[in-house]
């Protein structure tokens, strides 16, 4: 896997517990582009308290034509609350520092066909709508934000209020931007996607909302990272070779091959790094892939699966199997 | 992870351009989460089965916001169509019932209007009829036939092939000269 070789060229901590990274290249020069909504993938070194080397996904905030830096928004989450360290880690990182990365990968791209698209962010979850917003400033077209967050822990405000021509104003209360929602969505012309990023109780809400307005499941677009998030899904069952072993709900099949004693390379343990990919043989029953990482094509090929959050989809007489090639 | 609303279903094995209900005569049920519905009857084709599998959605739709056109022909069809998704908002779901040629001919109006593929419905009362777009001089041709028939061009008389692929955007079959190798 090429890494790409940066170095942290700015620091933003203006907003308490979000640090804006700016990252370069060591001599300047343009950067592998991206498509908005990209995140880029940051190897995080073993040490100061992490067991291992980590790899953490986050999304970018600009808008990835021919770039000469990297901008992402970190919020700091607490090792001690059960975060495995990583965004403590770049909390930690000066200028200059160099930082390993995967070239940036599309994951949250707007719907080219859209001819109007709706974002609701909550927290965080404005960076890559940011860099949406930034994408329709540029192409002329119509967007338009709700964006919740804590009063004084608003993260991109200066951005937001410049692309959004100052009308996008933030809720602090998740009661008031539920009843604009609930308007909203019920006034968008045919032809919008609802973008929706931030935790996942929150895009839950955003999601039943427009189910409730009848939207339909292909104009609703969400993006989330982090295991927590995830479904514990159904047990399934796994051959590899002449083993056959069971992974519980709740248990990723990377924890249950690592049960069983097999060697799977790992980083970010979250479908964004595409280490711990395998590939699967015939008598697989169907996969629920879950990962940010392999190609729509991969995936529908069904051949290949991200262990770290992949799962079995049951066949049509309801047994679920993958046939695990080493 | 990411995706739409719909990612835990897994992908259909092989996807193909030409839709189940214009391959055999299939109704689709109705979609309750729709906000407004309309329902289009597209009665140049098989009036009484047209009208049956009408009947069949309005029931269903008892005490939703439905706007029901009945149309002589496709081309009164689309025009229907395209008055209602003028002011239509994101909630709004379509069905069209009558042959297979006009559904997809409607379904192709939706498709160029944004609709998606969840937002419209069909109930198909007979596949016979289908058009074929030439390739080689653009013309349309609409006859009784089935997908890998030949017929010929109404434009250039050239022998097609009817190839099992529909346009999204005009609902017409793709034809191309049958034996193009050797000519
Ligand atoms: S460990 Fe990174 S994708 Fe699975």
Known sequence: MGRLRLVVAGIDDTVPAVRRLVLAAPQGGELPSYTPGSHLVLDVPAGAGRERALANAYSLVGEGLHPSRYEIAVLLCDPHGGAAGGSAWVHTLRTGDPVTAMPPRSSFAPVQAATRHLLVAAGIGITPLVSHLRFHARWGREAELLYLHRAGR???????????????????????????????????????????????????????????????????????????????????????GERRFEVA?????????????????????????????????????????????????????GDCAMACVSRALPAADGRSHLEVSL | MTGTATESAPHPPHYTSVPDWSREPLVQPVDPLGRVHTVIEVVDGDRVATRAVVAGWLAALAGAQVRHHTCEDTSAAVAALEDDLVAARVGHRVLVAGSADACLAVRAAGVRAGLADDEMGFGVVSVATRTVWCVHCSAATVAELALDDVVACSGCTRNLLVYPHVSRRTGQHLGFMVDAEEA
């Not at chain 1, 951005?159 to 604009?180: C, I, K, M």
């Not at chain 1, 677009?221 to 590899?240: A, K, N």
């Not at chain 1, 690592?258 to 964004?272: F, S, T």
Request: aromatic share 6%; hydrophobic share 35%.
């Open chain 1, 249 to 301: 709900s709740g248990v990723s099949l990377l924890e249950a091959m690592e049960q069983q004693g097999y060697a799977v390379p790992n980083l970010c343990r979250q479908g964004v790094c595409g280490e711990c990919r395998l590939d699967l043989g015939p008598a697989t029953t169907g996969v629920w892939h879950r990962d940010l990482y392999l190609t729509d094509d991969d995936k529908a090929a």
């Open chain 1, 154 to 240: 608003g993260a991109l405000l200066d951005e937001v209020a410049e692309l959004t021509g100052g009308v996008a104003s933030p809720f602090h209360d998740r009661a008031d931007l539920l009843s604009r929602l609930r308007e909203r969505l019920l006034d968008q012309p045919i032809g919008t996607h609802l973008y929706t990023c931030g935790p996942t109780g929150f895009m839950d809400l955003v999601v039943s909302e427009a189910q409730e307005a009848g939207w339909p499941a292909s104009r609703i677009h969400l993006e989330h990272f982090g295991l927590d998030d995830l479904d514990p899904g159904e047990p399934f069952d796994v051959t590899v």
